[in-house]
């Protein structure tokens, strides 16, 4: 019987020829993350190389586990332990966490602790004073944190990024001066729901930050004119997504300076702001046609068909617009259409709870259209199924018509 195949005697062993720095290579090297966990399957010594190399992990672990983990993955750089709003474990993410955290994980640049409702200003502090490097944060619904901890995280991460606070109702504009004074390339803010937030703090934030690419200030019913105008003049070439829903103070003023001054802006959210008239929207149009692409103006009563016509008309890259409840626009706001000469780029359509428009007015859009992923119709009376099978419309095929609201909406304009 023949004996067994066996390597010759002078075959290396590739632990023995292959330093770490060339096996960190050929990991560098796999894809997938399924492919980077087998390779730290062959031998200890590939799973410590495989370890010390991982960049993000999504956790649920408490400081024992924590400890552990900073020692195995000692460059990690991204850390995830938000927890879903419906489904949150107990006793979730601790203070005591946040000081584990804060004393292993120090190349940390992203960390996300969205719905993490049992930390407190105590482990900001810790985060403030551990993690110098960090860069991006969320604490978005982090309900115990006040103006304390988050002064130190601002004094402690001078290279934060991004910074997002929503639902933080105790937060107020000392954190926005602190920002202005030591985080000078902040490019992201969400502030949704910070009611103690003023045009003050806004003008004192972009003061030092004009950077700013992304500030969500929905629902922050503090925000006026003043604080508007402050961000578009201070922001002007870097402003692209400024959310605004809710923010019922907020008049032509705003939307003026925004026309003014930010040419590069693609994502407005002016929802319930009900004083803002045709004149400032249309200026905006003109301003901005070639970089718009997600508008938002529910329940903006003093809306009529002249804006709507002109947006239509002008704004070459429109993805999505929503005028729902805009009750005096009607079927002649699409009559321009007609005369572009190139078809429209929109996806996402919301017109609800607007009477005056029909089937006829859906059908002068659709004949310039054929991009449409989804138009929401629900509450339009004389915009029916009934009434568009009998009309014989031929939607896109790809299009989700919502009559009823039993279809989920997209989140674009959210």
């Not at 067994?4 to 002078?10: H, L, R, T």
């Not at 700013?212 to 201070?234: P, Q, Y």
């Not at 054929?370 to 568009?388: F, G, H, M, W």
Request: charged share 25%.
């Amino acid at each position: 019987m023949a004996s067994e195949a066996q390597a010759p005697s002078g075959a290396a062993c590739i632990n023995d020829a292959l330093t770490d720095d060339e096996l960190r290579s050929v990991l560098a090297k796999l894809e997938s993350e399924q492919d980077k966990e087998v390779f730290g399957l062959v031998c200890k010594r590939w799973l410590h190389l495989q370890s010390t190399e991982r960049k993000k992990l999504f956790a649920r672990a408490g400081p024992h586990m924590l400890r552990r983990m900073a020692a195995r993955f000692s460059r990690l750089q991204e850390l995830d332990l938000s927890q879903s709003i419906s489904r949150s474990f107990y006793p979730g993410v601790t203070d005591s966490d946040l000081s584990v955290i804060a004393d292993g994980f120090r190349c940390l640049r992203v960390l996300n602790l969205q719905n993490c409702k049992g930390i407190t200003d105590k482990g900001m502090v810790a985060i403030g004073s551990g993690l110098s490097s960090l860069q991006y944060l969320d604490v978005s619904y982090c309900r115990k944190l006040t103006d304390k901890g988050l002064i130190v995280v601002a004094g402690g991460c001078p290279n934060l990024l991004s910074l997002h606070l929503t639902g933080c109702r105790l937060v107020t504009d000392e954190v926005l001066q602190a920002l202005s004074k030591n985080c000078h390339t902040l490019e992201e803010l969400g502030l949704q729901g910070c009611t103690n937030v003023s045009d003050s703090g806004l003008t004192d934030l972009v003061s030092g930050c004009p950077g700013i690419k992304f500030l969500d200030v929905n629902k922050c019913s503090n925000i006026g004119d003043i604080g508007v105008s402050s961000v578009s003049e201070a922001c002007a070439s870097s402003l692209k997504t400024l959310k605004l829903l809710d923010c019922y103070k907020i008049g032509d003023a705003s939307i003026l300076s925004l026309a003014r001054s930010c040419k590069n802006l693609e994502t407005l959210i002016i929802g319930g702001c009900r004083d803002i008239t045709d004149e400032s929207i249309q200026s905006l149009v003109t301003a901005c046609e070639n970089c718009l692409k997600n508008l938002r103006m529910d329940w903006c009563l003093n809306i009529s068909n002249s804006s709507l016509s002109c947006i239509l008309a002008q704004c070459r890259n429109l993805e999505a617009l929503d005028i729902g409840c805009c009750e005096e626009v009607t079927d002649a706001a699409f009559e321009r259409l007609s005369s572009r000469h190139t078809e429209l780029t929109l996806k996402v359509l919301k017109v609800s709870n607007c009477p005056k428009i029909t089937v006829a007015g859906i059908r002068k859009l659709l004949d310039k259209c054929n991009s449409l992923e989804y138009l929401d119709v629900r509450s339009c009376p004389q915009i029916t199924k009934a009434n568009c099978d009998e009309a014989g419309l031929r939607f896109p095929d790809c299009c989700k018509v919502n009559f009823t609201g039993s279809l989920s909406e997209p989140d674009v304009l959210l």
